[in-house]
């Protein structure tokens, strides 16, 4: 497991690679948790395009992550997901809270969308 | 039975992706479609992570690393595409198993878990059962059935 870190304008993305289960959740969580601190980010990307097998563990890494983005004013999205992990974050119903895209770029339109309506209102 | 085979390992959280990888290979003669191999790595992984983190977790390490504790894993396959796996830890037991299967239920010790465990197992394997005594500890029995046709 591994996680590449990209900058786009505040949107940090976190492309996850490899398998998510219990023991490489607790670096992973970390992992991201520093670069959004380290860049001052607001936003977040996770993308699952290159996570071949996840666990329940990963649910907690996300719900996670978006209570403690929510907290700051914060938002998130998620890309990549296979068949399989749209299940696993099913399950928990990950999907009533956040919003899922197809790909990194379509993760950013929606970022940007939101923002851009929160400006309208 | 056609086949089986029988590890033990510590149990160390750095051991579940060698579980599920072990279950794996074990299985992959029987031509698995990709989808199928994954839900049974998940289930190992979800059975696995339950007796380290809650079957041991809170019992005293025994001298430096907890490596006296000990989880097994059995895995069984029939000619009818049958197979099954099961998952023994000798740790604290489980008070209540109905609630612990409960979708969301969890000990909520504050490490972002999301009490979805069982619920992965049971929806990812065609069958769950669970054992359990407190004090003896517990043990996860999952049967699948794959899908062979293609292979004959």
């Known amino acids: ?121 | 039975m056609n086949n089986e085979m029988k590890i033990e390992f510590s149990a160390l959280a750095e051991n579940e992706a060698f579980a599920r990888a072990a279950a794996a290979a074990f299985f992959m003669p029987l031509d698995p479609t990709i989808e199928e191999l994954t839900e049974i790595k998940t289930a190992v992984s979800e059975a696995v992570s339950n007796s380290i983190i809650h079957g041991y977790g809170r019992l005293p390490q025994k001298q430096e690393e907890n490596t006296e504790y000990m989880v097994e894993l059995t895995c069984q396959s029939f000619s009818n595409g049958k197979v099954m796996i099961t998952v023994t830890d000798h740790g604290i037991g489980i008070e209540n198993v109905e609630q612990a299967m409960e979708p969301l239920f969890t000990t909520g010790d504050g490490e972002e878990r999301s009490g979805m465990g069982f619920t992965v197992m049971e929806s990812f394997m065609d069958r769950l059962k669970v054992t359990s005594e407190q004090g003896k500890g517990t043990t996860v029995t999952m049967t699948k059935y794959l899908d062979i046709v293609s292979g004959l």
């Not at chain 1, 505040?10 to 219990?22: N, Q, R, S, Y």
């Not at chain 1, 290159?50 to 990963?58: H, I, L, Q, R």
């Not at chain 1, 068949?83 to 990950?94: C, K, N, Q, T, W």
């Open chain 1, 1 to 121: 497991m591994e996680a590449v870190f990209q900058i786009s304008e505040d949107i940090l993305i976190a492309c996850v690679k490899g398998e998510i289960d219990h023991h490489n959740a607790a670096p992973l969580r970390n992992s991201i948790d520093e670069s959004m601190k380290a860049f001052g980010c607001s936003r977040l990307i996770l993308d699952f395009s290159g996570v071949e097998m996840m666990d329940s563990s990963g649910i907690g890494v996300v719900l996670g992550r978006y209570k403690k983005l929510r907290k700051n004013g914060g938002t998130l999205c998620i890309s990549g997901c296979s068949e399989h992990i749209e299940r696993v974050l099913d399950m928990a119903g990950v999907f009533s809270l956040i919003r899922m895209a197809d790909d990194i770029e379509n993760a950013i339109c929606i970022l940007q969308g939101q923002e851009q309506m929160r400006m309208e209102v």
